[in-house]
């Protein structure tokens, strides 16, 4: 596996593995009717460490697999554009968390931090989409990951309240089609082409 897909991979896995471990220490998020989100684990003593390790180490590990995508991967810049806001937003979005109670000015700068991960990740999907989609695990990260999109819209906006839902499938939907895409286009970098003799 390269460098690239390993960090990207890993990034994602962060996100979750410690995001999981967040939720088994404070599951009333969930399990509340009116839910809050994520960055409520950023507040709180008792979860402020693994979330912290959840978006700090995708964030980082994001930047990475930007920086270790070989020169000749197809559509590399592009990509690479993908990865870096991301891994940018991952970190925006945790260092906002901290101070979002504090005032208006420190709440919206992190919702929009939010709002702009949302917008990239659904933006940078449709691309991958167009672009690399050839399997059904694609398909299916891709829907995923649109479910995710609507819930949080129609959280947004007040018609629901499943904002922890909307983020996590969005985030696990939006992770599998990157890691994927980018795992396909390297790999099939990497594979020489055989001239016919």
């Known amino acids: 596996m390269h460098r690239a897909v390993r960090m990207a991979m890993f990034a994602q896995l962060s996100l979750f593995f410690f995001l999981t471990i967040c939720f088994l220490f404070m599951p009333h998020f969930l399990l509340e009717p009116n839910e809050g989100g994520v960055s ?15 978006f700090g ?6 930047l990475l697999a930007a920086k270790a995508l070989p020169h000749e991967t197809p559509n590399r810049r592009a990509l ?6 991301a891994g940018s937003l991952y970190i925006l979005v945790l260092i906002s968390t901290y101070t979002y109670q504090v005032n208006n000015v420190f709440d919206t700068i992190h919702v929009y931090a939010g709002i702009g991960l949302f917008l990239l990740e659904a933006v940078a999907a449709i691309w991958l989409a167009r ?20 819930l949080s819209v129609l959280t947004y906006f007040g018609y629901l309240h499943v904002l922890f839902i909307a983020e996590m499938l969005t985030n696990i939907g939006f992770g599998a089609l990157l890691v994927h895409a980018i795992g396909r286009t390297v790999t099939s970098e990497m594979v020489p082409s055989v001239e016919p003799s």
Not at 57 to 62: A, K, M, Q
Not at 135 to 149: F, K, T
């Open 40 to 54: 409520n684990y950023g507040v709180h003593a008792r979860t402020v460490i693994p979330y912290t390790l959840a």
């Open 80 to 85: 690479q554009w993908i990865l870096s806001l």
């Open 131 to 150: 672009s690399s989609i050839r399997d059904a695990l694609q398909v299916v990260s891709l829907a995923v990951q649109i479910v995710g999109c609507i």
């Open 57 to 62: 180490l995708c964030g980082v590990l994001t």
